[in-house]
């Protein structure tokens, strides 16, 4: 009889004691299905900060060759002319001007 109760208690004792060790391990895989929610939310979120900057940085690579463009423009002989015959009233020698009366 006693090694009934002895087989006995050590069956009990070993169903309580996984019994434990699978309530650990769920508490674990829940843990890691929460923090793996907000790290792909995370993720998500970055990607997203990404593709903003990445269509940022193509605006400005356009507005660049824009600029690049308007100081060949601006370097230009006939356009520094125009220029200073429109503001500063340039005007060459022998040249006559004829202005409106409004």
């Given at each position: 009889?006693?090694?009934?109760?002895?087989?006995?208690r050590k069956r009990h004792q070993n169903r309580f004691s996984m019994f434990l060790v699978?309530?650990?391990?769920?508490?674990?895989?829940t843990v890691v299905a929460v923090r793996s929610v907000g790290l792909q939310q995370k993720i998500d979120a970055k990607q997203a900060e990404l593709a903003?900057?990445?269509a940022e940085i193509e605006e400005?690579?356009?507005?660049?060759?824009?600029?690049e463009e308007?100081?060949?423009?601006?370097?230009?002989?006939?356009?520094i002319e125009n220029i200073a015959?429109?503001?500063?009233?340039?005007?060459?020698?022998?040249?006559?001007?004829?202005?409106?009366?409004?």
């Open positions: 009889m006693a090694r009934r109760r002895v087989a006995y699978t309530l650990v391990v769920m508490m674990v895989m903003q900057v990445e400005e690579k356009e507005r660049t060759l824009e600029i308007f100081a060949k423009e601006v370097q230009a002989k006939g356009y015959r429109e503001k500063l009233g340039l005007v060459y020698e022998g040249e006559i001007l004829f202005k409106q009366d409004d």
